[in-house]
């Protein structure tokens, strides 16, 4: 259900996202594309074909569910009453989180990204990839930059012509930079990311309790309808309070596809829910973040409640709503840092070259330090979040520093 598209290219586009504080792309000039602007619109329009087919197959359950099955079928109105009710919560919620996800624009990086415009020119006219990347960090040393490139080079966008925000990817099918990039969905014609993602997670809720609950309230129907009058002869069919009419081919198909739609949701939610309690995207899930001291999976993990707030928000009364409460402006997140990690009770840092003065600021490390100040500490230390242990390591001068932390009550 899910396609990941994030290579990258040359050119830019300006867009905005639905959220406040979403920023502005970079103004640029467009290069010419290859296709034609015909082809282009036609690419666009088939796009909209999985979205379609969702909303028709959405449609008819409504007919069929409410129409032949409550209304045509079950004679008990109480039963009527109650499924009705609950049919309809969870069909409300279930558009609306749908809604969002297709229509919430992506986040894009702001103009701080972009190269200023000296700094642009030369970078276009440098040839030597060495020199072009002195260019780039020379303009990231003012930016909240703490990833990089496999190869340890600043992330960098040429088609976008902007350098890419922690945890931003270039989406080819939506041709842009989009902040904290997960996946391109084709059901939601639309990529999923920083702006629309507790959006995407509660879509999958909702569409999940949506074919849970009519798979369970016809189950009983289904079943009456499968075993009645399956022979020809009319003559050795049981009787039966249910009506003779066209109504059991509604309820037969809209268990089925109920049925169908729940076990192949299922998996994707559980998938990511795991991301949300690892603070991962499916990009990060399938290729590790690497900091300026090497990959790291969990370097923005938090720990599972804070891990949950930064896609849910603080407040836990809207977290099942579909509402932005997303923590932070997608252009920067906290990391990992030893010293607050509440996932690993014990750690040990690498303090080698630092003099004892360095080594006396741990009572300043050990206070909390707001999402501008949490960041991985560069090429001095790195943790990594495997079992509760202590490494004492030595420096130059043989001194051997430990360092204990603990972790969360």
Known sequence: MQRRSFTGGAGGERMSGSHPSLPVFCSQGRRKMAPTHVLRCCQRGLAWIPVIFIALVVCWSYYAYVVELCLLTISSTGEKIVYLVVFHLSFVMF?????????????????????PKSEKEQYEKEQRPETQQEILKKVAT?????????????????????????RCHHCSACDMCVLKMDHHCPWVNNCVGFSNYKFFILFLTYSLVYCLFIAASVLQYFIKFWTLCRRKSAENCPKSDLPESHAKFHVLFLFFVAAMFCISILSLFTYHLWLVGKNRSTIEAFRAPVFRNGPDKNGFSLGFSKNIAQ???????????????????????????????????????????????????????????????????????????????????????????????ESES
């Open 95 to 115: 558009v609306w989180s749908y809604w969002k996800t297709i229509f919430t624009k992506p986040a894009n990086p702001s103009k701080e990204f972009c190269l």
């Open 142 to 166: 003012s930016l909240p930059l703490y990833t990089r490139t496999g190869a340890g080079a600043i992330r960098y966008c040429d088609r976008c012509q902007v350098i890419k925000p922690d």
């Open 311 to 405: 896609v849910f928000g603080d407040e836990k009364k809207y977290w099942l709503l579909p509402v932005f409460t997303s923590q932070g402006d997608g252009l920067s997140f906290p990391t990992r840092l030893v010293t607050i990690d509440p996932e690993q009770p014990t750690e040990c840092l690498q303090l080698g070259g630092l003099d004892k003065g360095a080594v006396e600021v741990s009572a300043e490390q050990t206070s909390p330090l707001s999402e501008s100040q949490n960041r991985l500490l560069g090429n001095d230390y790195h943790s990594e979040e495997d079992h509760k242990e202590t490494e004492v390591l030595k420096s130059d001068e043989s001194e051997a520093i430990t360092i204990s932390i």
